[in-house]
């Protein structure tokens, strides 16, 4: 679930770091932060509703630290904090885009429709997680009955932030549903537009083991899936499934060629540095890899990203062809 902002005529004009005006009170404090680590990670952290690894302060300043966010790539961090006497009381991902790449969100033809009509789309305003599709908060403000006015309060910053600025829009990618209501229903906000998607989402429904999944397929998808998982047992690679913390240097360095230069045969931009690799490893079990050996080489990787909860699935590199590799590391 995604939402933008109206588009709107007007030019760039320069940043400024903060300003007060929330609740047209002095007490109350709008910030915009050019790097994550201008905010507290504990208090950043204890605002988010759930633990979903992608807006944690660790893995945004991973991205900043890794040379991922960058100008001349079009990722500029803006981000927001609302703060009450001092204290952090709410905050966003945000960021100042100068293209639409890495969001996974496809407007191009928004604005191209907005150039030809004589306006500059870009740099437009970003609410997400840089390169990550995946759904999760994006309106940090705890979880008491503060939580939906200080939403409201960080929707008006975006649009009166965008409106400062003289920027084009305002866009919110892979919110949560119930942040929403932050931006209006229907003839009460008329500023937002409310676009969705389809994602497939595979859950555990209690499955003690791999052939207890299996049982329930039917007969034609339960062959299929044993001849593909043989093709790669009979290959004479060696499959390991490894926490990011216990990956060497060497390791990482492996994993992020793999990386690239699957990116790099399909002619796309590979966005997360070898740094970034790195830095993930440093963040505890937060990332999780799937790796097939031959010998000490690793010749194919599935990079995975974890919460309590959910195991994300994000990258996929490999420089072997084995038939049904690519299904054993990133799925089964």
Same mark, same amino acid.
């Given at each position: 679930?995604?939402?933008?902002?109206?588009?709107? =005529?007007?030019?760039?004009?320069?940043?400024?770091?903060?300003?007060?005006?929330?609740?047209? !009170?002095?007490?109350? =404090?709008?910030?915009?932060?050019?790097?994550?680590?201008?905010?507290?990670?504990?208090?950043?952290?204890?605002?988010?509703?759930?633990?979903?690894?992608?807006?944690?302060?660790?893995?945004?300043?991973?991205?900043?630290?890794?040379?991922?966010?960058?100008?001349?790539?079009?990722?500029?961090?803006?981000?927001?904090?609302?703060?009450?006497?001092?204290?952090?009381?709410?905050?966003?991902?945000?960021?100042?885009?100068?293209? !639409?790449?890495?969001?996974?969100?496809?407007?191009?033809?928004?604005? !191209?429709?907005?150039?030809?009509?004589?306006?500059?789309?870009?740099?437009?305003?970003?609410?997400?997680?840089?390169? !990550?599709?995946?759904?999760?908060?994006?309106?940090?403000?705890?979880?008491?009955?503060?939580?939906?006015?200080?939403?409201?309060?960080?929707?008006?910053?975006?649009?009166?932030?965008?409106?400062?600025?003289?920027?084009?829009?305002?866009?919110?990618?892979?919110?949560?549903?119930?942040?929403?209501?932050?931006?209006?229903?229907?003839?009460?906000?008329?500023?937002?537009?409310?676009?969705?998607?389809?994602?497939?989402?595979?859950?555990?429904?209690?499955?003690?083991?791999?052939?207890?999944?299996?049982?329930?397929?039917?007969?034609?998808?339960?062959?299929?899936?044993?001849?593909?998982?043989?093709?790669?047992?009979?290959?004479?690679?060696?499959?390991?499934?490894?926490?990011?913390?216990?990956?060497?240097?060497?390791?990482?360095?492996?994993?992020?060629?793999?990386?690239?230069?699957?990116?790099?045969?399909?002619?796309?931009?590979?966005?997360?540095?070898?740094?970034?690799?790195?830095?993930?490893?440093?963040?505890?079990?937060?990332?999780?890899?799937?790796?097939?050996?031959?010998?000490?080489?690793?010749?194919?990787?599935?990079?995975?990203?974890?919460?309590?909860?959910?195991?994300?699935?994000?990258?996929?590199?490999?420089?072997?062809?084995?038939?049904?590799?690519?299904?054993?590391?990133?799925?089964?």
């Amino acid at each position: 679930m995604c939402a933008m902002g109206s588009l709107r =005529d007007g030019r760039h004009r320069p940043l400024a770091g903060s300003y007060n005006g929330w609740a047209n !009170s002095a007490m109350h =404090d709008i910030r915009f932060h050019a790097a994550i680590t201008e905010l507290p990670a504990a208090e950043w952290d204890a605002l988010c509703a759930d633990a979903n690894p992608f807006v944690s302060h660790a893995f945004l300043a991973a991205l900043e630290r890794g040379g991922c966010i960058r100008p001349d790539w079009g990722w500029q961090a803006h981000h927001l904090s609302l703060h009450e006497n001092g204290r952090l009381l709410a905050a966003a991902p945000l960021y100042l885009k100068g293209n !639409s790449h890495g969001e996974f969100v496809f407007d191009w033809s928004w604005a !191209s429709a907005w150039e030809r009509a004589g306006g500059e789309y870009y740099p437009k305003l970003l609410c997400g997680v840089p390169y !990550s599709p995946v759904p999760g908060p994006r309106l940090l403000a705890g979880h008491d009955e503060r939580t939906p006015m200080l939403q409201r309060a960080l929707v008006e910053a975006m649009r009166n932030e965008a409106d400062r600025m003289g920027l084009s829009s305002v866009h919110v990618n892979f919110l949560q549903e119930t942040e929403l209501a932050a931006f209006g229903q229907g003839h009460s906000n008329p500023h937002w537009l409310a676009r969705s998607d389809v994602q497939f989402h595979w859950h555990n429904h209690g499955y003690r083991h791999f052939p207890a999944f299996l049982a329930t397929l039917n007969h034609k998808k339960r062959k299929n899936i044993l001849r593909e998982r043989s093709q790669v047992a009979a290959s004479g690679v060696a499959i390991e499934w490894r926490s990011g913390d216990t990956l060497s240097s060497d390791e990482w360095r492996q994993v992020h060629a793999l990386y690239e230069t699957t990116f790099d045969m399909k002619g796309n931009h590979a966005a997360l540095t070898a740094a970034f690799f790195r830095q993930l490893g440093e963040l505890g079990g937060t990332a999780q890899l799937a790796l097939a050996r031959k010998d000490e080489t690793i010749v194919a990787m599935a990079l995975f990203i974890q919460s309590d909860k959910v195991l994300y699935g994000r990258y996929w590199g490999a420089s072997v062809d084995v038939p049904g590799l690519h299904f054993e590391l990133c799925y089964y």
